[in-house]
């Protein structure tokens, strides 16, 4: 695809596909194998050499893969990306190439769970010291920042209560400091589509491809993009020495797929996730609704500003507590009892007992995770069936 001005769905369709020269297959064929055979002995020792283009071994790269890769940097407008195996794949190898011990990282304290988990119990058992601040205060920013910090790391919006972070003010502060400490922001919530944190200023994205990336809830995948001198070593030695997260061909064959409808899914996400954050927002039994979009929600210029649309996820806290939020979920008929995000189905769950449970219960009053917060992940239905769904969850709890 020549033309850098095609719009996002054309891109979704088209960017980084390659013309399959052997049987003029329209759809990129699933090249599974692991390794790849040379014509002599001189060619390997070229290819490992870095002298001649060309695979050799899957955990090195994949033709299926690699098509994948391209066309998620274009989305995304990065100089490059790499395939992992999870989400979790993308944040263990970014942060083993990143940092060594002595080291310092700065990370927001509201996190996907298992993020917050691998920094807070695995990094610091290798040396590297990590403060959890809220980055939507850049003055806790300034505070924390040391001559040793590598990384700072953040999620906007985040897992589970949405809080915005304002990308170009974090990096700008962070680049002032130091202009080689890495900003780094995990883009699931958001999304290509919705907001690309490597424009406003951050120097690597993450996501988790098993989320709105892939969209059907049939895959575990992970990216981490950048600049290409750094995924270069995110590829050759975060991942191929230290994680060896590696995607197989077959879930980049199922992310290709997902992604020719990702521009009408997330319209259809955020168009329904409006109108329930809405419908939540005026309901006698909700304390709180969290959602970008929403203008009583904090984070709402921010998102105004550095966002396309707001994206599908709507947390809310249920009046009561916690024992109405579980009853509320247990009631419901439509909106199934899951964790993961981003798929056709809407997804329900409770971030306390579930996806942040690797928080202790300080961690998360600490964090304003209430007990009583539920986290649906809006999927494609029809959206006046979620609402009827969640209107007879609520005539339960009376
Ligand atoms: C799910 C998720 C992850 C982890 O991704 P996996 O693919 O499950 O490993 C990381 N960050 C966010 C924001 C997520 O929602």
Redesign the pocket.
């Known amino acids: 695809m020549e033309n850098k001005n095609y719009g996002f769905g054309t891109k979704a369709i088209h960017a980084g596909n390659k013309k399959d020269k052997t049987y003029q297959a329209l759809t990129m064929p699933i090249y599974q194998t692991s390794t790849f055979y040379f014509n002599d002995c001189e060619e390997g020792g070229r290819k490992f050499a870095g002298e001649e283009e060309g695979y050799i071994y899957t955990r090195l790269g994949n033709p299926t893969t690699s098509v994948l890769e391209q066309k998620v940097a274009a989305l995304e407008g990065a100089e490059d990306c790499v395939a992992v195996a999870?989400?979790?794949?993308?944040?263990s190898s970014i942060f083993w190439t990143m940092c060594k011990a002595g080291d310092h990282v700065i990370a927001d304290g509201t996190?996907?769970g298992?993020?917050f988990a691998y920094l807070n119990h695995g990094l610091t058992r290798y040396g590297v010291e990590v403060s959890f601040i809220d980055t939507s205060n850049l003055d806790e920013i300034k505070k924390a920042l040391k001559p040793n910090t590598a990384a700072v790391y953040l999620?906007t919006p985040?897992?589970p209560n949405l809080k915005i972070a304002n990308i170009t003010a974090v990096s700008e502060l962070v680049h002032n400091y130091k202009k080689e400490i890495m900003v780094v922001c995990?883009n699931?919530?958001a999304t290509p589509y919705l907001q690309n944190p490597l424009k406003l200023g951050a120097d690597a994205v993450?996501?988790?491809?098993?989320?709105y990336l892939n969209g059907h809830g049939d895959v575990?995948?992970?990216f981490v993009l950048g600049k290409k001198d750094f995924i270069n070593q995110v590829r050759l030695f975060g991942l191929k020495d230290m994680t060896g997260a590696v995607m197989g061909p077959f879930e980049a064959f199922l992310i290709l797929r997902g992604l020719k409808t990702f521009e009408l899914r997330m319209d259809r996400h955020c168009d329904n996730a409006m109108k329930i954050a809405n419908y939540l927002e005026q309901h006698p039994m909700v304390d709180k609704v969290f959602y970008p979009g929403l203008k009583s929600f904090e984070g709402y210029e921010i998102a105004q500003k550095q966002m396309r649309k707001f994206g599908g996820i709507v947390a809310f806290e249920v009046k009561g507590g916690r024992a109405e939020g579980i009853k509320l979920l247990n009631s419901l008929k439509l909106c199934t009892i899951a964790?993961?995000?981003?798929d056709a189905e809407t997804l329900i769950e409770h971030p306390a007992s579930m996806?942040h449970s690797p928080y202790s219960s300080e961690e998360l009053k600490e964090q304003g995770i209430s007990e009583s917060l539920v986290r649906i992940s809006v999927g494609l239905e029809n959206v006046e069936d979620i609402i009827a769904d969640l209107e007879y969850g609520f005539s339960c709890l009376k």
């Open positions: 999870s989400g979790i794949g993308a944040v996190l996907y298992c993020t999620e985040a897992n995990d699931t919530f993450i996501h988790s491809g098993t989320k575990i995948a992970g964790v993961s995000l981003g996806t």
